[in-house]
């Protein structure tokens, strides 16, 4: 049984915004995060949990290196239903962790 992926409104409109080379890695993120789960991003550069959320299961992962660095932050809403959430793509210097 495959994951399923949502976006918040905010991370859909912070997805609309990226280039298309952004957009591109960010669909393969997703594709590996269906079907592999919320680990798949451990393959992923600079992946790692978010400490410190009140026992929220946050994660991130680099979408590209460079001058402009752009990250996924997603959280795991239910393990036994398999959902999880985008909730910001874009710049690391903006990220919410």
Do not use: F, I
């Given at each position: 049984m495959q994951w399923t992926i949502c976006f918040s409104n905010k991370?859909?409109?912070?997805?609309?915004?990226?280039?298309?080379?952004v957009l591109l890695v960010l669909r393969l993120l997703v594709q590996d995060?269906?079907?592999k789960g919320s680990t798949a991003g451990s393959?992923?550069?600079?992946y790692g949990k978010l400490k410190g959320k009140r026992k929220r299961?946050?994660?991130h992962c680099h979408l590209t290196k460079?001058?402009?660095?752009?990250v996924c932050c997603w959280e795991v809403i239910?393990?036994?239903?398999?959902i999880i959430e985008v909730?910001?793509?874009?710049?690391?210097e903006q990220a919410p962790y």
């Open positions: 991370a859909k409109k912070q997805a609309q915004r990226l280039s298309e080379r995060l269906q079907s393959r992923w550069p600079n299961d946050l994660r460079g001058k402009s660095t752009y239910d393990k036994k239903q398999k909730y910001y793509v874009g710049t690391h």
